[in-house]
């Protein structure tokens, strides 16, 4: 295990709902990753968080949006739900942003 | 140019046999290589990563090769077993610039060893 954990396991929402995904960082790291995981494809960079600031995002519409705490927790939120937001999602931490990335078991939201 | 490009999609083993899965990337920025594992219902797991200072990194049965000039990196696990089926990811970001961490995937690599 890698001591990430994220809620909730498994979601369903209706198109045009508001979602919030939640991610607990390892100890000791500052530094957090989503990816959105479509099915039979690789993760893709959503954004991250360092020490509570955004530091860089993905080709993502500005309905995805985060927060990171100052005990370094973070939340995904996804406003107007569409359907081709079914995916998993998943979190990674990291000491910093040049050292590795711990994966969660991810959110499987399923938008209907 | 942000792509990573991983072949095969799937990939069927016997025991003992070795299992090569190739990436090829085009941003000459990034200089850092990992390679992840994710099974069913888990998030991906690090197996070995490489910087472009060395051409080859072996770590147990896990082996990268990593070729600059051609700007592609391969995965081989050697004596493969049943237990390594599983999807494997190449990735690659840059080490030392503003898209530091942010990881760019390939699409994967289904592997099923048969006993």
């Known amino acids: 295990e890698t001591g990430v954990t994220q809620s909730p396991t498994h979601l369903i929402k209706t198109r045009g709902q508001q979602v919030t995904l939640r991610c607990s960082s390892q100890s000791g790291h500052n530094t957090v990753s989503w990816y959105q995981q479509a099915l039979g494809q690789g993760p893709q960079f959503i954004f991250q968080y360092y020490r509570e600031e955004e530091n860089g995002r993905g080709n993502f519409p500005p309905r995805f949006s985060g927060l990171q705490f100052p005990n370094y927790s973070s939340e995904l939120n996804v406003n107007a739900l569409e359907l081709d937001d079914s995916a998993l999602y998943l979190c990674?931490?990291?000491?910093?942003?040049?050292?590795?990335?711990?994966f969660g078991a991810g959110t499987r939201l399923s938008v209907l | 140019q942000q792509q990573v490009k991983q072949s095969p999609q799937s990939l069927i083993v016997q025991k003992g046999g070795i299992s090569i899965i190739n990436c090829a990337y085009e941003?000459?920025?990034?200089?850092?290589f990992p390679w992840y594992q994710q099974f069913p219902g888990k998030g991906p797991a690090l197996l070995i990563a490489i910087r472009p200072d060395v051409s080859e990194k072996k770590e147990g049965r896990f082996t990268i090769s990593f070729n600059k000039s051609a700007k592609q990196f391969s995965l081989h696990i050697m004596d493969s077993q049943p237990g390594d089926s599983a999807t494997y990811f190449c990735?690659?970001?840059?080490?030392?610039?503003?898209?530091?961490?942010?990881?760019?995937f390939g699409q994967g690599t289904t592997l099923q060893v048969k006993p």
């Open positions: 941003n000459t920025a990034f200089d850092y």
């Open positions: 990674a931490s990291s000491q910093g942003l040049e050292d590795i990335q711990y």
């Open positions: 990735a690659a970001s840059p080490l030392y610039s503003s898209n530091t961490g942010k990881l760019i």
